[in-house]
């Protein structure tokens, strides 16, 4: 979607980034940022979330992209789809490929959010298990075991 129909579908309430800052609109998307001030240490992973709200209708996916600044760094992202009908932050996996220290500071926009409209509503809008996510969410897969993460 372009960011003139992101707007639009903002306005009239299809889709909602809060706190949303028309100043993060790209052509073609959202740039989301930290919730956070955070320092990766090379060969690190830790989880970020987002510093917005987002939630989707069930007629709009959402793909995220690491922003190119970060990736040039040396930062990677485990990205998943944002299902249609997905409310709440959002929590991403990084990690420090580089040799030095990776800092993101708090509101930077380090994801970006690209939104496609879907030819027609899905049938079962999301309602898993980060359904309405808060902050950083682990991860809730059964078997995971919190203790030996090694995320720190």
């Known amino acids: 979607m372009s960011d003139v129909t992101i707007k639009r579908l903002i306005e009239n309430g299809e889709i909602e980034i809060a706190p949303f800052e028309e100043s993060h609109l790209t052509p073609a998307g959202y740039d989301l940022g930290s ?7 090379p060969g690190e992973h830790r989880l970020l979330a987002t510093s917005e709200k987002v939630e989707l209708s069930p007629k709009v996916l959402g793909i995220l992209h690491i922003r190119s600044s970060f990736a040039r760094e040396g930062l990677f992202a485990s990205l998943a789809l944002v299902d249609p009908g997905f409310k709440g932050q959002l929590t991403i996996a990084l990690l420090n490929t580089s040799k030095t220290n990776l800092r993101i500071n708090r509101g930077e926009s380090f994801l970006q959010l690209s939104l496609i409209r879907m030819t027609s509503g ?22 995971y075991d919190k203790k030996s993460s090694n995320l720190t």
Request: hydrophobic fraction near 30%.
């Open 35 to 41: 919730a956070e001030d955070i320092t990766l240490k």
């Open 122 to 143: 899905v049938e079962n809008p999301y309602n898993g298990a980060y359904q309405d996510s808060a902050g950083i969410v682990e991860s809730k897969r059964d078997g």
